[in-house]
């Protein structure tokens, strides 16, 4: 009796840290989400020209048993509007291509590697104009040039998901939304529908209504 009791212990532990550490991941993957879209708001801002982050690849299954899945692009145009090319960061200044700092990626052995986080399926952008499709573009004025389609309730919606995390009584994984509003900011509400604005964690958050 007292070694069953020792492994139901055991395994609550292990349950226990098994989440915290998810929860940490996907905490730490929406900061990356959410500071490169104010890193790339300010860059266009700072060059004059458009810049965007592409949506590439999304996690449609959520299986668990599966590996995590995601990926997104970061881009600068070359026109203040209308941008025909684009140049995955770092900036092209010596005619050599190179997006070693641009592509993220949450895939196993990516560049941001998350376990068990995965960029969930997004809803369909149209983005400004043409070639922008599944992208969030930003004008040199610091807003979001995507047509009013894209927002849904005033806002695009990106998903990252814990899917190894336990699920909530719905049968949802916990997850975190960023919604990038007209104007740029992007807010970060959990699963808990708890909204950070700045990317804080805890009491410091405001419940959304």
Known sequence: MV???LSVLAMIGWSSARDQVGAFRLMSAARLFQSDVQ???????????EARVVLT???PALDPSEPQV?????QVGD???GS?????????HDGVADGSQG???LDVDGSEERTGISLATWTPLRGPGLGNQDAIVFSPRGFVAN???DFTDGYISVELVNKRGSRAPDGTFPNVKLRIARGGLAHMETSDRTAHADGSVGAGGTTTP
């Open 79 to 81: 026109r203040s509007s």
């Open 147 to 149: 047509p009013v389609g």
């Open 3 to 5: 070694i069953c009791l």
């Open 39 to 49: 890193g790339l708001r300010a860059l266009s801002i700072a060059t004059n020209r």
């Open 84 to 92: 025909t090319e684009w140049d995955t960061l770092p900036l092209d």
């Open 103 to 105: 592509e993220r990626s």
């Open 70 to 74: 995601g990926m997104w692009l970061l």
């Open 57 to 59: 690849e999304s996690d």
